[in-house]
């Protein structure tokens, strides 16, 4: 099962965010404090982050700022009612690794989680050093030479 953290004040969309990450087999940890947050993921492994801006406490841009200064390499959905141009080259500059406007269609909201979990899945299999073809199984070393 994944662990998701969704930083959201809205208790309606955190609700809706859950509810259908839940359906992606995710269970999920919910704040509303970006403070809060901040300090569980930097002591805590989770595999997605689902990131406002506007919170109280420490806002959205910071948490991920921080969060990215500490090495943490979690994937981070900036999902925020912040829609300029200049907005999203700041979320995404600063460390998010995708935003979504709102109002927002958790369809949409969907797929580009499972673009994060496909990208994390491939990349874990990269970083376990074999490689399978067909029917035979090679070490990145051993198969180097072709």
Not at 5 to 11: A, N, P, R, W
């Amino acid at each position: 099962m994944r662990k998701v953290v969704i930083v959201e004040d809205d208790k309606d969309i955190a609700d809706l965010l859950e509810l259908h990450l839940n359906d992606l087999n995710c269970s999920c940890l919910r704040f509303v404090n970006g403070r809060d947050a901040l300090d569980y993921i930097l002591i805590n492994r989770v595999d997605l982050i689902v990131l406002d801006i506007n919170l109280p406490g420490l806002d959205g841009l910071e948490v991920c700022r921080q969060y990215r200064e500490n090495s943490g390499s979690t994937p981070i959905i900036m999902l925020t009612a912040r829609s300029r141009e200049q907005d999203k080259v700041d979320g995404l500059e600063i460390g998010a690794d995708d935003y979504l406007t709102k109002p927002f269609s958790i369809k949409e909201f969907i797929a580009r989680v499972k673009v994060v979990f496909r990208r994390n899945e491939n990349s874990e299999k990269e970083d376990s050093g074999i490689i399978t073809f067909e029917n035979y199984i090679s070490t990145k070393e051993c198969a180097r030479w072709s």
